[in-house]
């Protein structure tokens, strides 16, 4: 098996060119960004004299890409080719752009600083492999003639669709087996998962967890969000001591103890439940004192409780200790001692 490096993969592939017309070989090394910037269709139409539509630059592009596959086929680069086929077919006929040129840089043991332009060239140059093009929010991808583009938005749209109805994080497979069902169509997990990697609107993350970007708690940006992705993470209610900790630790972000608490106080997020413990508001804690907890309890029962009933759904709202709540028992200003244990609402 030959040997690929960096400058062998340009050599070669330069000497490839010189099968090209000039009109083509202009063109391909202005697009691959050979000999200096990559430059655009409409830049590099327009310095042809006399200039040539961008639609003819086009066309340049991909008479040349099937010029190549012959060529390619008897040079050393085909092994870039068979790595990318491989792979893609490993990802059920489909890979993000970003996914496979780390494959074949990991795999062919090639310098991270490889011109990638060169790398894509080659790969569609592959017959049976296509581009998708470019896309607003949208990573390009590489697939076989097994996929087509219809199959990506429907499985992208349906993903989006069972996102926004559960308003929360999903598990990566239970997604995509309810994607499955919902679509009744027995497409590949893999190929499912393949398709996530694509869209922009939509973020991966640890333990295999996946959401909408848009609700930043698997990406957070400000320190009100990755506060909130902490306290998920850990699902119970944390001493902002603790949250700023978990911060650095999870998100390799040093942030002020001071800066975090500023941030739970002024945020209607996060509920105080404790001496300087916090919860998630959307968890069914509240802001109120033990007594206000007390009283409301007490209000939608409308009937006398035991002290311990009452203990137990004051602690299902607030975690304070139980001799707290039984103390705020005592308050004959707004709570009335019916009998032995039992309490009820003045």
Known sequence: MAVLDKNTIEKDFSMLLESLSPKEQIVLRNRVWLDSQRKTLQSIW????????????????????????????????????????????????????????????????????????????????????????????????????????????????????????????MNQIALYEQIRENLNKDYSLTLINSVMDVFDDI?????????????????????????????????????????????????????????????????????LIGRWLYALKEWGFKSWTVIDVIQDVLRKKWEPMSSEDIIKNVLKVRDVKKSTIYMNLQNKDVIERVWRNYYYLK
């Open 46 to 169: 327009q310095s042809f004299s006399p200039s040539i539509t961008r639609e003819r630059v086009r066309q340049i592009e991909e008479s040349w890409i099937k010029k190549l596959e012959k060529i390619i086929w008897n040079s050393d680069l085909y092994l870039i080719q068979d790595k990318a086929l491989e792979f893609i077919e490993m990802n059920w006929w489909l890979v993000s752009k970003p996914k496979l040129l780390n494959y074949l840089i990991k795999e062919l043991n090639l310098p991270s600083n490889i011109n990638s332009y060169i790398i894509e060239t080659i790969i569609q140059a592959k017959p049976g492999i296509s581009k998708s093009k470019p896309k607003l929010w949208t990573q390009t991808y590489f697939y076989t003639d097994n996929v087509n583009k219809k199959i990506v938005d429907e499985i992208h749209k349906e993903a989006v669709k069972i996102l926004k109805k559960r308003k929360n994080i």
């Open 203 to 271: 973020v991966k993350w640890e333990q295999n967890l996946i959401a909408l970007e848009k609700w930043k708690i698997l990406n957070p940006k400000t320190l009100k969000d990755k506060a909130i992705y902490v306290m998920k993470k850990e699902k119970v209610p944390m001493h902002f001591v603790d949250i700023a900790n978990k911060i650095t630790e999870f998100l390799w972000e040093k942030v002020k103890v001071n800066t975090i608490h500023n941030e739970l106080i002024r945020n209607d997020e996060f509920v």
